[in-house]
């Protein structure tokens, strides 16, 4: 099964995200393993509640964040957060998530807080 997501997050990341994208600009609040990034970011929302955000390119070398990450929702209020590094390559899922019950544009793990408004 996280085969099969590296597989759709890599194939929608090549495919979809230059040719059809339909990202808007947002404001991202990110804590990612001690890291913390805040500030704009590109939002796109997909079918089912699943998104991905786009960094700035230097996001990672500035903030120790992936400059791409998804967040694929897989059931109510439960997703997967994957990334692709500053290099293009896809990384497989680094903790499950779930919507935080009293900031809904957040998703909270042990170690990831992803907020998008």
Not at 5 to 17: G, Q, R
Not at 50 to 56: A, G, K, N, V
Not at 89 to 106: F, G, L, N, S
Request: with cysteine.
């Amino acid at each position: 099964m996280v085969r099969n997501f590296t597989i759709i997050v890599a194939a929608l990341a090549i495919s979809l995200f230059p040719a059809v994208a339909q990202a808007k600009p947002a404001q991202c609040s990110i804590s990612w393993f001690g890291a913390s990034y805040q500030g704009p970011c590109e939002f796109e929302s997909w079918e089912g509640g699943s998104f991905e955000l786009s960094l700035p390119s230097d996001s990672y070398d500035n903030y120790e964040i992936p400059p791409y990450i998804v967040v694929d929702v897989f059931a109510v209020g439960r997703a997967r957060v994957g990334w692709l590094t500053p290099t293009g390559r896809t990384q497989e899922p680094v903790e499950p998530v779930e919507r935080d019950a009293d900031e809904r544009a957040c998703w909270v793990g042990e170690e990831i807080r992803i907020c998008a408004y």
